[in-house]
C-alpha cells in the first residue's frame, strides 16, 4: 500500500520497441509535490517513460500506480496528469489566452491561474495572439503556461526549456519550480541539461539505456555517483587506472601506471583492478611545495583557459593529461610551461571497480 504523501509509484515498467529495449525494470517512487528531474542522453528512455506515465503508451510490463492506485491501464484523461511534450501541441484556431485558459475552464479553476501561468512565462501580453504569430520559443512557453495552469496535481514536462534562448531558459526555470510549488504540483521533469536538473531538482533520476543508474538529492548524486557513467554525464572527472596494492592511513593505495601510489578514502571494494576518479575542481595547485605527503605530484601547464571567474588547466602529470578548474581570484594564476605542484585531496576521491566494458564504453555519454 502506497502512503499519503506519495504521488506516483512506478513499479518494474519494461518497454521494447521490436528488439530494442526502451526501458528496464524501472522503479522509483515520487512523493507529493515534489520535483523530480529526470536526466539521461539521447535513447535512454526519458520519453517513454513519461509516456508510459501519462497513459500514451502502454508497458509491456510492470505497473504505475497514482495516489496509491493503479493506473496502467487508465485512459489518459482520467489520470490526473497534465504532460507537455517536445512538441508545442497548441490549438492554431485559438490564441494564446484560449489555448491556456482552455483546461482551466473546463476544471472550473479561476482565470487567475492562466493569467499568472502567462505572466511567469513572460508571455500575458501576447495573450491575444495566434500560435502562428509567435516564435518557435514563444510557443514553447505557451504549452508550458497551459500545462502549468491545467489544475492537475502531477505535471510531465519533457524538455520544456529546450527550444528557449540561454538566458531566458535559466530565469525560467527557476520560475517554473515556484510557480510548481505555490500550485503543490508533482513535477517530473525530463532534460538533458545537467545544470539545469542539478540547479532546480528536489531529485535527480539518471536513465542510461532504459536502465535507472541512480536516484538521489542532486548533491549527493554529483558527489558520491554511482558509477563511472553517472560521474562522467554530471561532469568531467580525472580517471585514472590502477591496482589496488591495500590500505593504509584509512586510505586504499592505488598503484597507478605512469604516475604512481595514489590514496584514496572512499568505500571499500573487493576488486584489484581498479580506477580512481577526481573531479577537476577537487584538485588543488600551487606553485610551490605542498604541505601534504601524499598524492602530491609535480606538473607543467599545457593550457589555460580562462571562463571569467574560472580557470580551466590540462596539467602534463607522468603519463596523463589531467584537467583542473581554479578560481580566478587574482592570486595565483598559471600559464603554460609553468610547473606546479599537484595535490588530490584523498576525500574527493572515488574508487570503482573497473568496468567489464572497457573505461571508454562505461565513459560514453552521447548516441546511447
Known amino acids: 500500500m502506497i502512503g499519503n504523501m506519495e504521488a506516483l509509484f512506478v513499479d518494474s515498467v519494461s518497454k521494447k520497441y521490436g528488439s530494442i529495449r526502451a526501458l528496464n525494470n524501472v522503479s522509483f517512487r515520487v512523493d507529493k509535490r515534489e520535483y523530480l528531474c529526470i536526466l539521461g542522453p539521447i535513447g535512454a528512455g526519458k520519453t517513454t517513460l513519461l509516456k508510459i506515465i501519462s497513459g500514451l503508451l502502454l508497458p509491456d510490463s510492470g505497473r504505475i500506480y497514482i495516489d496509491g492506485v493503479d493506473k496502467t491501464f487508465e485512459a489518459p484523461e482520467n489520470r490526473g496528469i497534465s504532460y507537455m511534450p517536445q512538441g508545442y501541441a497548441l490549438f492554431p484556431h485559438m490564441t494564446v489566452w484560449e489555448n491556456v485558459a482552455y483546461g482551466v475552464e473546463m476544471r472550473g479553476f479561476s482565470m487567475d491561474r492562466a493569467k499568472e501561468a502567462l505572466e511567469i512565462v513572460g508571455l500575458y501580453h501576447r495573450r491575444n495572439s495566434y500560435p502562428h504569430e509567435l516564435s518557435g520559443g514563444q510557443q514553447q512557453r505557451i504549452a508550458l503556461a497551459r500545462a502549468l495552469a491545467a489544475g492537475t496535481e502531477i505535471l510531465l514536462l519533457d524538455e520544456p526549456l529546450s527550444a528557449l534562448d540561454v538566458l531566458i531558459g535559466v530565469e525560467l526555470r527557476y520560475e517554473l519550480k515556484r510557480l510548481a510549488k505555490k500550485l503543490g504540483l508533482t513535477v517530473l521533469h525530463v532534460t538533458h541539461n545537467v545544470e539545469e536538473a542539478l540547479s532546480i531538482a528536489d531529485r535527480v533520476l539518471i536513465l542510461k539505456k532504459g536502465y535507472v543508474q541512480q536516484i538521489g538529492k542532486p548533491e549527493h548524486v554529483y558527489l558520491n555517483p ?25 586510505n586504499s593505495i592505488v598503484d597507478v601506471n605512469g604516475l604512481g601510489e595514489v590514496y584514496v578514502t572512499s568505500r571499500p571494494i573487493d576488486k584489484w583492478h581498479v580506477v580512481v576518479a577526481f573531479r577537476p575542481e577537487d584538485i588543488i595547485i600551487t606553485d610551490g611545495e605542498s604541505r601534504y605527503d601524499i598524492n602530491v605530484f609535480k606538473g607543467v601547464i599545457l593550457n589555460r583557459e ?62 546511447l
Open 306 to 367: 580562462f571562463i571569467g571567474a574560472l580557470a580551466k588547466y590540462q596539467i602534463a602529470i607522468g603519463d596523463y593529461t589531467v584537467r583542473v578548474y581554479s578560481w580566478n581570484d587574482g592570486k595565483c594564476s598559471f600559464d603554460a610551461g609553468d610547473s606546479v605542484t599537484v595535490y588530490f585531496p584523498p576525500h574527493r576521491g572515488i574508487l570503482y571497480p573497473y568496468p567489464r566494458e572497457g573505461l571508454l564504453k562505461m565513459l560514453e555519454v552521447e548516441g
Open 226 to 250: 554511482v558509477n563511472l557513467f553517472v560521474a562522467n554525464f554530471l561532469g568531467e572527472v580525472n580517471v585514472f587506472e590502477g591496482l589496488l596494492k591495500g590500505a593504509r592511513y584509512g
